[in-house]
């Protein structure tokens, strides 16, 4: 992988190309990507230079920026801290137009009454409950065995009809069947861009990476088997990939 910080040279390469193609959408997840992985979701806070790249972006007419996330959109905003015209897609898709019905939330909180004793007997898990899912995380579990066994249980106590959605140290379980790759394709239908960007580095990123064609760019953050085009080391180098992005479009 080439070094924190710097982007590879095929990478680099690419960009003029696609600076060319307007309108451009510009869509990236936050955990991961924009800010540095944390065990407490709640500090996940941006990168240096992170916030001003997108606002650099956003600012064009014929650029649109979207943050896709696994977060709610409200809990998104506040943490992040971004401003400007972002579009904001939470739930991995599911908040795209509004909140969830009713009915769909009282299933989440029944899901979360389900599963808070079994998070609750081991130490250092953390049950976390979004608009349209509740999360399993164990990335702050000391005892590996059990946090395996704790996400294995997790699982195995979900309703067939709920969406699956594991992560890095989390197994998250969403109530619709939304994901990152149709909620992508419909912003990129609404806003009539002729190419896109996407950014991610988790599992439920590789959604939004098979759902774009072989013209735009798929960027995968971090290690782990991908199906991006590209792979780049680090949230800096996110950084410098949204900045050269931006010098181009000036």
């Known amino acids: 992988m080439t070094p924190a910080g710097v982007l590879p040279a095929d990478l680099a390469a690419a960009l003029p190309a696609l600076a060319r193609r307007r309108p451009l959408l510009v869509a990236s997840d936050y955990d991961g990507v924009l800010a540095p992985l944390v065990g ?139 994901d990152k790759g149709s909620a992508l394709l419909r912003l990129r239908a609404d806003v009539g861009a002729a190419a896109a960007v996407y950014l991610g580095d988790d599992r439920t990123d590789e959604d939004a990476f098979r759902a774009l064609s072989p013209g735009d760019l798929t960027v995968k953050v971090g290690d782990g088997d991908t199906v991006a085009r590209y792979r780049i080391a680090d949230p800096a180098a996110v950084v410098v990939l949204l900045d050269t992005l931006a010098g181009l479009l000036d």
């Open 40 to 178: 407490d979701p709640s500090a996940a806070v941006p990168v240096p230079g992170a916030a001003e790249a997108l606002a650099r972006l956003a600012a064009r007419d014929d650029v649109v920026v979207a943050l896709v996330s696994g977060r709610g959109v409200a809990d998104l905003q506040a943490v992040s801290g971004f401003r400007g015209a972002h579009r904001w897609i939470g739930s991995h898709g599911a908040e795209y137009d509004g909140p969830l019905t009713g009915q769909l939330a009282a299933r989440r909180d029944a899901l979360a009454e389900r599963l808070a004793p079994l998070v609750a007997a081991v130490p250092g898990a953390r049950l976390e409950v979004k608009p349209a899912s509740v999360a399993v995380h164990v990335r702050q579990v000391a005892d590996r065995a059990a946090a395996t066994a704790l996400l294995a249980e997790a699982d195995a106590a979900a309703d067939p009809s709920l969406t699956k959605k594991p992560g890095k140290e989390v197994l998250e379980l969403a109530v619709t069947d939304a």
